[in-house]
T-cell receptor
Framework: DSGVTQTPKHLITATGQRVTLRCSPR?????VYWYQQSLDQGLQFLIQ???????AKGNILERFSAQQFPDLHSELNLSSLELGDSALYFC??????????????FGSGTQLSVL | AQKITQTQPGMFVQEKEAVTLDCTYD???????LFWYKQPSSGEMIFLIY??????QNATEGRYSLNFQKARKSANLVISASQLGDSAMYFC???????????FGGGTRLMVKP
């Protein structure tokens, strides 16, 4: 158990809908990262938050947004869903957020299926 | 931009034998970290081993060792005495010094034969 909690584990929805994925980082970790894993794109970095502030942005679509709350949990919001958004979405956390080479601890992921 | 290349999409190894999974990287950073993660069929990402770019000795963690050749920009994972439970996807990743986020390679599927 990595200590990173992601809910829900599975999500099935329809095109055009909006969903929210939730992540609780390990106790003491200030950074949260979101990754998308799909068969054609592999593991893609989406966005990073550090202590409530956006720190880095990757290949995140404009239809997607995220935030980190004062209690350090994070939510990834996906809207106007398309079939191609079906993927495994991982949240990861680490202690720091900059100037470090820390390992990331991953949650078990949310499997999103858009029908 | 950083890049990781894993050229072996799939590999077989006999149980109890050693196996090497290849990883080459590209970065303009002087300081960086290299990581290997394992993803079993259950889906979770499990950290295996880390090598810092300034570490003089190759990293080892139990049956895992990292063959780090900086001049060749390679960071191969060596698994000794393979076990059936080692069957999984293996991802090499490089850490970004500025933001600490990881860039992953495409992965290698390892299958251990009894």
């Amino acid at each position: 158990d990595s200590g990173v909690t992601q809910t829900p584990k599975h999500l099935i929805t329809a095109t055009g809908q909006r969903v929210t994925l939730r992540c609780s980082p390990r106790s003491g970790d200030l950074s949260v990262y979101w990754y998308q894993q799909s068969l054609d794109q592999g593991l893609q970095f989406l966005i990073q938050y550090y202590n409530g502030e956006e720190r880095a942005k990757g290949n995140i679509l404009e239809r997607f947004s995220a935030q980190q709350f004062p209690d350090l949990h994070s939510e990834l919001n996906l809207s106007s869903l398309e079939l191609g958004d079906s993927a495994l979405y991982f949240c990861a956390s680490s202690v720091g957020g900059r100037g470090r080479n820390e390992k990331l601890f991953f949650g078990s992921g949310t499997q999103l299926s858009v029908l | 931009a950083q890049k990781i290349t894993q050229t072996q999409p799939g590999m077989f190894v006999q149980e109890k034998e050693a196996v090497t999974l290849d990883c080459t990287y590209d970065t303009s950073d002087q300081s960086y970290g290299l990581f290997w993660y394992k993803q079993p069929s259950s889906g979770e990402m499990i950290f295996l081993i880390y090598q810092g770019s300034y570490d003089e000795q190759n990293a080892t963690e139990g049956r895992y060792s990292l063959n780090f050749q900086k001049a060749r920009k390679s960071a191969n994972l060596v698994i000794s005495a393979s076990q059936l439970g080692d069957s999984a996807m293996y991802f090499c990743a490089i850490g970004d010094w500025a933001g600490n986020m990881l860039t992953f390679g495409g992965g290698t599927r390892l299958m251990v034969k009894p």
